[in-house]
């Protein structure tokens, strides 16, 4: 017997439970077929950004108010053997998408929070300790063989199949679905092995500030909250180390000693020896015909910028969407072939960060680390000699219009509408949003441009700073944003990226354009059959 979904995802970490939850909302039956029987109990990724924020609140976890994260307000300090200050990182407030730039937490409560919400779900079904064995593509579906993990299933041959439409292998580093779809890695040759210490202490630690890297040549190290309550170190193994002298509960509470943690007044929550590296698959191969990747089945990151969980969820908003817009036959299924190239430039210039972040504290030897130190010393004094800060992470290819701005992150601000202020994503929803300073959208559009946006549950505003608008722009921050962008009118898509912006009286012919965009069809528009 066969069990028959819209999608299978393949791999139920907080990747695939995020986008069973986006699809799942949209109505789409969704099986995750996870290999343990029991979620993983110990902390691995313990940070997210500020669009992740805005992107976990659209599933309901909200991270101003959930007592699982521990918003940060503070700098991300790189300090020198010696502890005098390297550099500052500005990790306080918020950010463009509104929420804190940055947010830690605890990767067991997060999974078992956005579980409790799978759980309300009706159209998804998640089915634990059955792994992946084999896969097999035709023209309409896809399905996927699976064996038993499960404790009562043992020593038998017990296997399962599931059917899809689209199958989504989150399935992590070690991807079975990436092996099956045969797709090159590309090694940027960035490897270091690292331990990982995960504690909890007894009694609040004082760190300031609460995250930082000491760039000490004798000993890397890394020490950042691990969400409320904890604390993370991490340790750069040394040339004389072995792996297996690291990777001990002893050399762990040695480390810890240092520190003041005790088995009398902490408890080890974790220890792990990690190989920190950056690679990818190559954008072209994040789909072939009806399967698709995601998180660390597509890409592999340092964890010197907190980003590596943060460009998995940011892959399964992107592939929710556009599936959405596929299956819902909104769009042609050629829309899936701008996922991998879309998301391999945005997620790249992250991996890139985090190796250049890393390339600064795995320096072992003390002459170059002196040389460093003399470098990023002297840019604190003359900001001048700093390098030019890198350009914002953008979609580069893909479904995006011709304005500069198109493929950045939009930003959002505080509206007002009928006597209630907040966040506009909480004041009008989500999906696809067009904004205008100058006018109303929907006056501005043909009339099948305005059935094209009402069949697609866009939402379409005029915004400014008086109710003669829809909505009051509380803070003028919409009006200051597009104003720097030149324009008085937006297109944002369903993943908070901006898809074109301009002048309202363009408005009609930027959306004919993205019609024809996700209308497209080609030779290759079927799926293409392994």
Known sequence: MTDT??????????????????????GYTVACVEKWPQPYPLPRAVHYDHEIARLFKTVGLDSRTNPIIEQYDNVYRWVDADKEVLLDLDWSGVGPSGWHTSNFFSQPLLEKELNSYVDTVPTVSVFRGWEAQ??????????????SMRPEDAGALATRTFRGRYVVGADGANSFVRRWMKAEMHDLGFQFDWLIVDMVPNEPMTFDPPAWQWCNPAAPTTIVPGGPGRR?????????ETIEQLNTEETAWRRMSVWGLTPENSVLERHAVYTFRAMWAQPEQWRKGRVLIAGDAAHLTPPFAGQGMCAGI???????WKLDAVLSGRAADDLLDSYGPERSNNMQYWVNFAVGLGEVICVLDPEAAAGRDAAMKAAIEDPSLAPPPPPPPTLTAGTIGTHPVAGHLSHQYRVRRDGVTDYFDHVVGYGWVILSTAGSPADALSGENLAWARENGAVLVSIGPDEGCDLVDVDGGYAAWLAGLGADTVVVRPDFYVYDAGALAGLDAAVTTLRATLHATSSTSSPVVA
């Open 314 to 320: 940011r892959d399964a908003q992107n592939i929710a």
């Open 232 to 240: 993370r170190w991490e340790f750069m193994r040394l040339p004389h």
């Open 134 to 147: 084999e896969i097999d593509e035709d023209a309409d579906g896809v399905t996927v063989t699976a064996r």
């Open 5 to 26: 979904f819209d999608v299978v995802i393949v791999g139920y970490g907080p990747v695939g439970q995020y986008l069973a939850l986006k699809l799942g909302a949209a």
